[in-house]
């Protein structure tokens, strides 16, 4: 397994080399599929936007050799975040030309490098906020949080400035 942090040749210091962008890029030159990976970042990249996860550090994502070839390494640690301003969030990687700033115009500004066409990225933002933006609630009351836990993280998933 090779964690991201490893992948951008950075350190837990290193922020301004903390990029799903680069990772993408990564991805391209390690992959066995990188067709198939790519993409993948990129759904979880959208993913942790709309759930307010600034805990997506790059040990946070890796590759991994199960046999010989290397592949992105199933999703883990996804973690949505209590968060403090209703209209901006950030990621912990860069997502777009404007940085680490978790809003659907920002994570499309690069969607050809995770070999996304923008038609297609704009279908898969439209679908995956209306998958959690619908079932956020029924899922995480199925997993045991309480009615009370979910009225304190409710903020956390399909935010305001989402859109902006």
């Known amino acids: 397994m090779l ?6 040749r950075a350190d837990e210091y290193e922020r301004d080399k903390w990029s799903y962008v680069l990772l993408a890029e990564e991805l391209r030159r390690l992959s066995a599929q990188p067709k198939q990976d790519a993409p993948e970042l990129f759904r979880r990249m959208v993913f942790n936007a709309l759930i307010s996860n600034n805990d997506d550090r790059p040990r946070d994502h890796a590759m ?3 046999n010989e070839d290397w592949r992105l390494s199933p999703a883990y640690d996804l973690t949505p975040s209590t968060p403090v301003r209703i209209t901006h969030r950030d990621l912990a990687l860069q997502c777009g030309d404007q940085g680490r700033f978790a809003n659907a115009q ?5 969607c050809r490098r995770f070999f996304v066409e923008p038609d297609d990225a704009t279908s898969l933002i439209d679908e995956t ?3 959690v933006e619908s ?3 029924a899922i995480a009351r199925t997993e045991g949080v309480s009615v009370r836990d979910c009225e304190r993280i409710r903020t956390a998933f399909v935010y305001e400035g989402f859109r902006l």
């Open 135 to 137: 079932r956020w609630y």
């Open 129 to 131: 906020e209306r998958i």
């Open 64 to 66: 991994i050799a199960m």
């Open 106 to 110: 920002n994570l499309l500004t690069q």
């Open 3 to 8: 964690s991201a942090l490893t992948l951008l």
